[in-house]
């Protein structure tokens, strides 16, 4: 899965050290919250699109919320989102393209 | 003694490279309280403890200004920045939701601030302090009288006004948010110095405090306006005036009185950590209780 962050994939930190697999692929996230985040993103995005796979994943913004464009073949999504500080997902809003 | 503002781990007196090396032993291991406040406060970029040093040394440093002063800047940029706390945003213009959502996460958040204070007057010996504190628990849970009701009643009447029934909100259990912040909270009051409990617990006062935005605070807790119309019940107005009208002298005093017991060298960074520790607790309550809105909301 393509994305935009060197780092952790959803926050970008290189502290910490967890890698956790995502879509078959080994990710490394700061923590397990990230992860947590990371997974939870990626099935909402999987089903709001009704998308079995998703090619590329970026996301910009902090913790207050985060602006995401998904990619699957020559599909795309953006959406919002903000998690609880356990890592679930608070709001999800579908963006205009 | 300096702790740890990720854990309360005790270290050194101003001891910054034990701290250093201590966070970057707890991102070693990926712990989230640890790589969060070195993402939020220091650096996302993955460095040294010897280069962190610096940096940390930056954040405790009061500059020319008062320990109040820095309990202050450091309380607005985290919360009354230019995009403020999502709770704060929300209770600008509150929802029927967002004030249930805030009745039945602080009810529980109320219950531990009593035993907070509680805490921090059975370990001060200074009679200032316990005034202070016999007086603030009167407004916020004892009250006086039918003219001067209480806080925490003024709150489970806010509920009853939008149609939730008080012993639902009194058996309703804690998000994990809210009961990681009553756990934070109640070790910080039996565990921490004094003086740290009490800054830790009363600098969140100033959530309400609405004197903030002359110290640079983009908003006010809610917007002033509502109390004046008719866009939310009387009772919702009953509690959050008289928070508007108790937190300034409330985390003002407090304050001042942390700047005098607490400024001593050997204490203040506990403090200043202590401090630290207790708003991103906060943070995290804030989110509790929008979370709770959610459950709400029709
Ligand atoms: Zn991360
Ligand atoms: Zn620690």
Known sequence: MKRNYSGCAVCNSTWGNVWAEVEGERMFFCCDICATQFRRLVDRVKTETGWSTLDSLEIAGDRRGRTCVAGSGDESFRCFVAFTPQGEIRIFEKLAR | MTSCPACLRPLGQGDLPALAAHLVEEAEESDPAHVRWLN??????????????????RVYDLGSGTLKGWIKARFIAKFYGPVPHPFVTALQHPSRATLLGYVVEHQHFLRQWVRSCAYIMARTDEPKVILYELDNLNTEYGGAGPTRVAHYELLLRMGESLGLDRTRVLTTPPLPSTREGIEGWNRIATHQHWVAALAAMHSLELIANRN????????????????DSKEITDAATNFLREGYEADVTHSDEALDLVNEFGSRPDLRDEVQSTFLRSIDLFDDYLLARLQRAADFEA
Do not use: C, W
Not at chain 2, 40 to 48: I, P, V
Not at chain 2, 212 to 227: K, Q, R, T
């Open chain 2, 40 to 57: 939020q406060n220091l650096t996302r970029e993955k460095t040294t403890a010897a280069e962190l040093v610096p940096m940390l040394e």
């Open chain 2, 212 to 227: 903030l935005v002359d110290d640079g605070a983009s908003v006010h807790y809610f917007d002033p306006a509502i109390l």
